[in-house]
């Protein structure tokens, strides 16, 4: 089993929509978790970061953290065509140097 | 974002060839890092170094080595190119604050091997 399972989608919904993206794990010692974006051709860049359990909010940007579940949530409001792109989920233990990263998942946004 | 650069972007490269493929960063982070990002697979840790005398294996560290050459500087070599380490690779520094560790990550470079 994967540390960390994440949907590939693809994932397509018109401008405007809520979004909704998911990860679960499976290691209960993971501590910090993030949520990077990936447009095509380029590196991730952190987009969310949250430490624990909780939800954390930053523009349309909403990140959620269910521990107890072993399960995280990343939620665009208002979707945008320039939010299109491959959402990656990641996340490590305290003190730990690895991040493990979910698969991907590819959005796209219509106008 | 030219903060931390890596080169070449793309590279097509033969079974049994050595490739070196180099990341510079200036963001003036001491903790770098070579990771390959393939379909399905996602991101997967190959070599990270926390300073110039400190190398350490990854996920999948296996056929690759690297060399950390300043604190700027840092290299993923394979020794004998084989087809299934064709995949996009990427670098990424971050700051020691333990805290945080954010990641920032290289534009990647796209390797064939054939």
């Known amino acids: 089993q994967k540390e960390v399972e994440q949907d590939p989608g693809p994932l397509s919904v018109p401008e405007g929509a809520i979004v909704s993206l998911n990860c679960t794990y499976s290691n209960s010692a993971f501590q910090y978790f993030m949520w990077y974006r990936q447009y095509s051709r380029k590196g991730p860049e952190l987009l969310m970061y949250t430490y624990s359990s909780g939800n954390k909010e930053d523009g349309r940007f909403t990140a959620q953290v269910d521990k107890s579940s072993k399960y995280i949530s990343l939620f665009i409001r208002d979707s945008q065509p320039s939010d299109s792109a491959t959402y990656l989920c990641?996340?490590?233990?305290?003190?730990?140097?690895?991040?493990?990263f979910g698969t991907g998942t590819r959005l796209t946004v219509i106008p | 974002d030219a903060d931390v650069t890596q080169t070449p972007r793309n590279r097509i490269t033969k079974t049994g060839k050595r490739i070196m493929l180099e990341c510079s960063q200036t963001k003036g982070h001491d903790r770098m890092y070579w990771y390959r990002q393939d379909p399905g697979l996602g991101l997967r840790l190959i070599y990270y170094?926390?300073?110039?005398?400190?190398?350490n294996k990854g996920e999948i560290s296996d056929g690759y080595s690297v060399s950390r050459q300043a604190q700027a500087k840092f290299s993923l070599s394979l020794e004998s190119a084989i087809p299934n380490q064709t995949a996009l690779y990427f670098c990424?520094?971050?700051?020691?604050?333990?805290?945080?560790?954010?990641?920032?990550f290289g534009p990647g470079t796209r390797l064939t091997v054939l």
């Open positions: 170094s926390f300073d110039v005398k400190d190398i």
């Open positions: 990424a520094t971050s700051s020691p604050t333990p805290s945080t560790d954010t990641q920032y």
């Open positions: 990641a996340m490590r233990e305290t003190g730990a140097n690895n991040l493990f």
